[in-house]
């Protein structure tokens, strides 16, 4: 016997109502969209349930509206049954918003033709309580942020740079509070392009351009307010910092792609089932951890002269998980412990190393900081240049709310020390000894 269109509709509603025992449906953002459906269906399914056996149901201009609905639930029941921690969280977003608009349009349109029905409708369903029902249905609010997202690309597109707030409400909304979210975004991104360009799919993949972009800016936000977050009474040296947690390193280790991490930092993401350099998104041939010797020996010597304490990389990396670091209000000194000696105030900053966004154009470097040369998806050159403040169509960047002290003065100090740290580092051991008793 062949089931119903209703029938099948409220078999495919049961089977995402099952969804909810699925451990990734409470993680962020899905948790909140998933909830918001089961809503939707749940007011919706009492009211199918009392008209499957009635005459009404046989009604071909209901059964049209029910096979519509039934194909966008089944989408969306795909959509949440198969996200995972490492896939895109923006796109997820983009695509979730869009079907849950749709079914929450069509299941309004399944009441009004409820109401104007010909058919007489079975006991204990009046048009009262249809219109109650409709009436929630329609107050049910449903987030937007796709709305702002693709706002924030087409003023990328125009040659405009999306505000501070924008930036901060996407990141949030999207759940993109660390710098390894971040980091795993731009990664989950850039598969989706690959895919996208595989199947000769322009129009997606500069579209995932676009939002690779949005997700770079994000990431210099970041790094902004861990600057103005860290009291150092001189800056740290670029290298010396981990491109995963942003802080200066404890225990350095080098990978498959020759880059250098916190130990700490590094296992964290590669033990998440992530197989890429972070930095250059690399394939890493192997997961063995290097120690750096020689960059351990140079912070420890830079922090000896600067009087500065290494950080615990285990109690930032609970900070780093449990605090929204994109929050605008984050920027707080944070670490004034790590710098005993320090008077309070904040990190200078110099207009020369703020960082630019010019899509496709910079690479992420050891602090987070762009550099010159390719974009943080598609590295094409690790050499270091002077920065600037303006993005790459000549605007500056608007990074509201975060307060940085400049003196180029003592930054040009703190690089002349950093210089002369490295220089005695690059002489080995044995050879300055030997060249000592000379």
């Known amino acids: 016997m062949e089931i119903s269109i209703l029938k099948a509709l409220l078999n495919s509603i049961s089977s995402f109502l099952h969804l909810s025992s699925y451990d990734n449906i409470n993680l962020d953002p899905v948790q909140k969209y998933y909830q918001r459906t089961e809503e939707l269906l749940k007011l919706l399914k009492p009211i199918l349930d009392s008209i499957i056996d009635s005459k009404v149901a046989s009604d071909e201009v209901l059964n049209k509206a029910f096979e519509d609905f039934g194909q966008s639930v089944d989408e969306l029941r795909e959509l949440f049954g198969n996200w995972q921690p490492l896939l895109s969280k923006a796109y997820f977003v983009l695509q979730v918003e869009s079907l849950i608009s749709k079914i929450q349009a069509s299941a309004l349109d399944i009441f009004q033709l409820l109401k104007s029905s010909h058919q007489s409708l079975p006991d204990g369903l009046s048009l009262p309580s249809l219109e109650h029902c409709s009436q929630k249905m329609k107050h049910i609010e449903c987030e937007q942020t796709s709305s702002s997202i693709k706002e924030a690309i087409r003023d990328q597109v125009d040659g405009v740079v999306p505000s501070s707030e924008t930036l901060v409400k996407i990141a949030e909304r999207v759940s993109l509070r660390s710098n390894q979210e971040i980091l795993i975004e731009a990664v989950a991104l850039e598969k989706l392009k690959e895919n996208a360009e595989q199947a000769e799919k322009a129009g997606e993949a500069d579209f995932m351009d676009q939002m690779i972009a949005l997700?770079?800016?994000?990431?210099?936000?970041?790094?902004?307010?861990?600057?103005?977050?860290?009291?150092?009474?001189?800056?740290?040296?670029?290298?010396?910092?981990?491109?995963?947690?942003?802080?200066?390193?404890?225990?350095?280790?080098?990978?498959?792609?020759?880059?250098?991490?916190?130990?700490?930092?590094?296992?964290?993401?590669?033990?998440?089932?992530?197989?890429?350099?972070?930095?250059?998104?690399?394939?890493?041939?192997?997961?063995?951890?290097?120690?750096?010797?020689?960059?351990?020996?140079?912070?420890?010597?830079?922090?000896?002269?600067?009087?500065?304490?290494?950080?615990?990389p285990m109690k930032i990396m609970s900070l780093n998980q449990s605090s929204p670091l994109l929050n605008a209000d984050s920027t707080a000194p944070r670490d004034s412990h790590i710098f005993p000696h320090s008077?309070?105030?904040?990190?200078?900053?110099?207009?020369?190393?703020?960082?630019?966004?010019?899509?496709?154009?910079?690479?992420?470097?050891?602090?987070?900081?762009?550099?010159?040369?390719?974009?943080?998806?598609?590295?094409?050159?690790?050499?270091?240049?002077?920065?600037?403040?303006?993005?790459?169509?000549?605007?500056?960047?608007?990074?509201?709310?975060?307060?940085?002290?400049?003196?180029?003065?003592?930054?040009?100090?703190?690089?002349?020390?950093?210089?002369?740290?490295?220089?005695?580092?690059?002489?080995?051991?044995?050879?300055?000894?030997?060249?000592?008793s000379r």
């Open 215 to 312: 997700v770079t800016r994000m990431h210099e936000r970041l790094v902004m307010i861990k600057q103005s977050q860290i009291c150092s009474p001189v800056p740290i040296p670029p290298d010396f910092c981990c491109p995963l947690s942003l802080e200066l390193m404890t225990d350095p280790v080098i990978v498959a792609s020759g880059q250098t991490y916190e130990r700490a930092f590094i296992k964290d993401w590669i033990d998440l089932g992530l197989t890429v350099c972070p930095k250059t998104r690399q394939t890493l041939a192997h997961i063995t951890l290097i120690p750096n010797y020689t960059v351990k020996a140079l912070i420890a010597n830079w922090c000896e002269l600067n009087d500065v304490k290494l950080p615990d």
């Open 343 to 436: 008077t309070g105030n904040q990190p200078t900053v110099p207009e020369s190393i703020r960082p630019t966004v010019s899509p496709g154009k910079n690479s992420i470097s050891s602090t987070g900081i762009l550099r010159e040369g390719s974009s943080p998806l598609h590295p094409r050159s690790t050499s270091e240049v002077s920065l600037t403040g303006t993005a790459g169509n000549g605007q500056s960047l608007d990074i509201a709310r975060i307060s940085l002290t400049s003196s180029e003065d003592r930054f040009t100090n703190s690089e002349e020390r950093s210089t002369e740290l490295v220089g005695q580092h690059s002489v080995s051991p044995s050879r300055r000894a030997s060249s000592t």
